[in-house]
């Protein structure tokens, strides 16, 4: 009796993250910062709560990812920086509570084991799949590998390689997406960026992505294609993907300004509660709404566990940073500083430092070199998309590790190939945009 209370407490605690969150990111008030914290508290209080239900292996990952996060806090307090407890409760929430709100709708995506229909499978299934996955998450983030992975795994189990290959098609969406972060904090640093130029130097580098899953896929991997298990692109299981994609698009028409994943986050719901009371009427999703928050809503116990712990390590490599003990000077950003940046932001992310703490870090060192704002923003986006799908420590990842059980290092390291030689392509896609066309010089 005491482990269901103590669920259905983290369950309700996770739920009242999901609540905040997306309070916090659709409106603006006075009190915002207060709502962002309580959000954090609740998130951490359902991790605690529910860290005993662990295994052994992800508890000694968590632990490691803590002590080197609070070992590095200490040193950056030792030289005169506070790490910013406000940061470290608030870090990963908004991503979690999307993560949460999109699992609602496992309560009308995945059909029983009587009444699943079979999913295409084959060659032209991967190829089918890779493709609707990387459109629809451009639209829908995070939401879209979910989804739809989710729905796969009920049939086979996600196995490595289509972690790895989703995890590149998800995040070469961010290449050129006004929907992701990515896109966000290219504004923030480079205000004067145009989005039509951004998002028209973007595609190509998302579409060679594309293709170089595609092509090695046939050339090296023909075991997986035979066995691969994918999403329909048509029908019945298209339905669901199609609404929440018309209702974001939708409710970032309307909401101008506001977070996108708080209105994913919010459409999930809104999709979900719908379909569900259309089916079922108003008691019966009463009822499974409930239930969903008191044994579903916990068996995110793993995602919990590893974007805290991840978030302690951040805050630790931030605190670092902001004590100027880990630092670069340029002067000039030519063709070479092109390169360098690009190269060696996804490097850094590899290592564990996410794209937005250098951009945020890195930003009054670049733009003291007068850079083109079109150029140094396409920089950022094509390291963003290269720096998460090769990092152990990218919110990517870790979902895939916390969903599907495939450690986030190992799908990073399968990445390490792709991410590399998409280096060498985004670095002279980014030189001939810089020689050839006057809105990148």
Request: glycine share 8%.
């Amino acid at each position: 009796m005491k482990n269901i209370n103590r669920k259905t407490l983290a369950g309700l605690m996770i739920m009242t993250m999901i609540l905040l969150s997306i309070l916090k990111g659709l409106v603006d008030f006075p009190g915002e910062h207060v709502v962002a914290l309580l959000a954090g508290i609740s998130g951490w209080i359902a991790g605690l709560l529910l860290f005993i239900d662990t295994s052994r292996a992800l508890k000694i990952q968590a632990g490691i990812l803590v002590l080197l996060g609070m070992a590095l806090s200490i040193f950056a307090l030792t030289r005169g920086q506070t790490p910013d407890l406000f940061l470290l409760t608030t870090l990963n929430t908004s991503l979690l509570s999307m993560v949460a709100a999109v699992g609602f709708l496992r309560l009308v995506t995945l059909p029983g084991d009587d009444t699943a229909p079979s999913l295409p499978q084959g060659p032209a299934a991967f190829f089918r799949t890779m493709m609707g996955l990387s459109f629809s998450s451009s639209i829908t983030n995070i939401s879209a590998p979910v989804v739809m992975c989710d729905r796969i795994h009920v049939t086979k189990p996600i196995n490595r390689y289509m972690a790895s290959c989703s995890t590149r098609v998800f995040c070469g969406a961010a290449s050129w997406s006004p929907f992701y972060g990515a896109m966000a904090v290219v504004f923030t640093y480079s205000p004067e960026a145009n989005l039509l130029w951004l998002i028209f130097a973007g595609i190509p580098v998302c579409i060679v992505g594309l293709i170089y899953v595609c092509l090695t896929a046939w050339k090296f991997h023909q075991h997986e294609l035979s066995d691969f298990v994918g999403y329909p692109v048509h029908g019945r299981d298209t339905r669901i993907p199609l609404i929440l994609i018309c209702t974001s698009l939708l409710g970032y028409l309307l909401l101008d300004g506001s977070s996108i994943l708080a209105i994913i986050a919010s459409s999930a719901l809104l999709v979900t509660v719908t379909m569900l009371v259309l089916r079922y009427g108003l008691i019966s999703t009463i009822s499974r709404m409930s239930d969903f928050v008191a044994e579903g809503l916990p068996k995110m116990v793993s995602e919990l566990t590893l974007f805290l712990s991840a978030g302690v390590l951040a805050v630790g490599i931030i605190a670092l940073i902001e004590a100027d003990l880990i630092e670069f000077h340029i002067t000039n950003y030519s063709t070479i500083t092109i390169v360098s940046v690009l190269a060696g932001m996804v490097l850094l992310s590899a290592i564990g430092i996410h794209p937005v703490i250098q951009i945020a870090s890195a930003a009054p060192i670049l733009l003291e070199s007068s850079p083109n704002a079109n150029l140094i923003g396409a920089t950022w986006l094509f390291a963003w998309h290269l720096g998460t799908c090769s990092s152990y420590l990218s919110g990517t990842n870790l979902i895939f590790q916390g969903r599907y059980g495939i450690p986030s290092w190992r799908i990073a390291m399968d990445n390490w190939p792709y991410s590399i030689t998409m280096v060498v392509f985004g670095s002279i896609w980014l030189v001939t945009l810089n020689h050839y066309l006057p809105a990148f010089q």
